[in-house]
């Protein structure tokens, strides 16, 4: 039997910055399986020649969305796609916080502002700092946190958004995220590894660069509260199948409990460079799920 074709899935960024591209391709070659970074966008590809098709760096599907999405859902139909085409539909916009919340997980507190609601200072609690970002973004691309004193910048900020026809969060500024943001890695739902990461918001201001960067990152071992609030946020998730890898992003909240501020099920850095642990963990599911497809 050739050995199964394994298509890791990227971008034109991705190519050029992602560290654990290359990484990921080596390894599962090393395992014996016929692997090649290939971008999504390529019109070329015939995705019907490969056994599995794992999305990594596909950076830029934010600015893409639709276009994105009718990829997934037609590479589905020519071979298997993790994580699957509805993950990736549910994962990519925020509003997923509602619903997670909704399921009892804790997240930062959120509201949206759908297109064509009205948008005033009223609705902007600006007792503290507070944060502003559309709801379907990659790498803080759009976002802004705003002091109690900028109220009329937010609801600029936040009608340019809608006037976009992009609904908008609003979520107040966690000042313990100075401690950082906590990113737990996990393969097929189980805990891999985790890093602290240093605060992106630090300052007023919008971030506009999709490809922002991860700062003072340092490994870090969570607390057993934060592996229960990941793993609760993982457990939420509205699909039969477990995510072949996943990112949940937390942050303390004033009580100093964990609280979700993202769960990346499309295209997160998982920070496989810093941890060859995690790296074989990742190339043994695919293998897994490689071996799946072959039988």
């Known amino acids: 039997m050739s050995a199964a074709r394994i298509a890791v899935v990227t971008s ?31 019109e070329s590809v015939a995705w019907d020649g490969f056994d599995l098709a794992v999305i990594r760096s596909t950076w830029d599907y934010a600015t893409r969305l639709d276009e994105f999405l009718t ?25 997923y916080l509602l619903e997670l919340a909704g399921r009892g997980v804790p997240v930062v507190p959120t509201r949206v502002l759908e297109p064509g609601a009205p948008c005033a200072e ?18 803080a691309r ?11 910048a937010a609801v600029r900020h936040a009608r340019m958004l809608l006037d976009q026809g992009r609904a908008v969060l609003i979520q107040p500024y966690l000042s313990l995220v100075e401690e950082g943001e906590r990113a737990l890695v996990f393969v097929r739902g189980a805990f891999s590894h985790a890093l602290r990461k240093g605060p ?14 991860h700062p003072d990152l340092t490994p870090y071992r969570p607390t057993e509260a934060e592996l229960r609030t990941a793993s609760a946020a993982l457990a939420a998730v509205p699909s039969p199948q477990t995510p072949l890898f996943a990112r ?24 496989l460079d810093t941890n060859p642990r995690g790296l074989g963990l990742l190339v043994e599911a695919v293998a897994a799920e490689a071996g799946l497809r072959a039988a």
């Open 12 to 42: 034109g960024a991705g190519f050029e910055y992602d560290v654990d591209l290359p990484l990921i391709v080596a390894a599962l070659r090393a395992e014996g399986l016929a692997a090649e970074a290939v971008a999504w966008d390529t």
């Open 142 to 152: 759009d976002t802004a946190r705003y002091e109690p004193a900028q109220a009329a």
């Open 71 to 95: 990829w997934a859902d037609t590479t589905s139909s020519h071979t298997r796609l993790l994580n699957p085409a509805p993950m990736v539909r549910w994962s990519s916009d925020k509003r």
């Open 122 to 139: 009223a609705d902007f609690a600006l007792s503290a700092d507070v944060v502003v970002k559309p709801t379907v973004s990659a790498g």
């Open 200 to 213: 992106l918001l630090t300052e007023p201001g919008v971030m506009d660069d999709f490809r922002a960067p």
């Open 248 to 271: 949940v992003d937390l942050a303390l909240g004033e009580n100093r409990e964990p609280v979700v501020m993202e769960l990346e099920l499309i295209e997160p850095n998982l920070f």
